[in-house]
């Protein structure tokens, strides 16, 4: 089963991944600027080039805007909920793992994997029914950090949950009902924390397999963020949080 990456940075990141690329097209016209060093790197991998019209590119993608570049890749594959504690064990840090109950949207998933991979997260997990996968949308919205974050899909996040608490993990929900994340304590330890899909948040089976809920101070008239923005301040407080305990 083969895919596509679509846009420059994304596919300067595969190349530099070493990710498996079967052809680069590229737009009659578009090899300039970035896209020299793409075909350059291309090259020296013996990945075969193909100069396309534009409209090509257009009719493949969709009409998104692919920046005159795509690449034809094999699927993205998944990992397995093991890997990615194992992958933490290995650095000798507790685990951080984001689990995404449902979320929809593929900019919001590639922008939560953008900030996963900045925050120190070892790998997400998203369910394989009513949620986007890792699609070539995905990965453009991810600025290509689709290629360095570890993502599982699962069956079931209910039994995934109570299989991290078995590892050690605490499970925080965040949630308009919960504790105000500033005044939360223990965030620098073992975690797995839960965001919510667009528009209803985190289910009820999911909040209760959750050992405690978090909440992000909203002071004007909207009373929800989005997804992925969520996703970076519930990020960024647990690293400050685990930063702070290593000084």
């Given amino acids: 089963m083969s895919d596509y990456i679509l846009g420059r940075n ?25 896209v020299v060093e793409i075909i350059s790197r291309a090259r020296d991998a013996r990945i075969p080039i193909q100069e396309v019209e534009r409209n090509a590119l ?15 890749v094999p699927a993205m594959e998944y990992v397995e909920v093991e890997d990615i504690l194992e992958s933490a064990r290995k650095k000798g840090e507790p685990p951080f793992v984001l689990v995404l109950d449902e979320i929809e949207d593929p900019h919001n998933l590639g922008a939560i994997l953008r900030t996963a991979d900045a925050a120190g997260v070892h790998g997400v997990i998203i369910p394989k029914r009513r949620a986007v ?7 453009k919205a991810s600025a290509g950090a689709v290629e360095y974050v570890p993502v599982a ?4 996040l209910v039994r995934t949950l109570e299989t991290l608490k078995k590892e050690g993990l605490w499970v925080i929900g965040a949630d308009i009902d919960g504790e105000v994340i500033w005044q939360s304590k223990g965030l620098s330890g073992s975690l797995a924390c839960v965001i919510g899909g667009e528009g209803r948040g985190i289910s009820r089976l999911i909040k209760e397999k959750c050992d405690y809920i978090v909440s992000i101070p909203m002071r004007g008239q909207v009373n929800s963020l989005n997804a992925s923005v969520a996703a970076a301040v519930l990020c960024y407080e647990i690293l400050r949080q685990k930063e702070k305990v290593n000084t």
């Fill in 133 to 139: 996968g890792l699609t070539g949308t995905v990965s």
């Fill in 58 to 72: 257009d009719k493949m993608t969709g009409g998104q805007n692919h920046q005159g570049v795509v690449a034809l």
């Fill in 10 to 34: 994304p596919i300067m990141e595969a190349l530099k991944s070493g990710r498996q690329v079967h052809r680069v097209l590229v737009a009659k016209g578009s090899g300039k600027g970035s």
């Fill in 153 to 156: 899909r699962v069956v079931n």
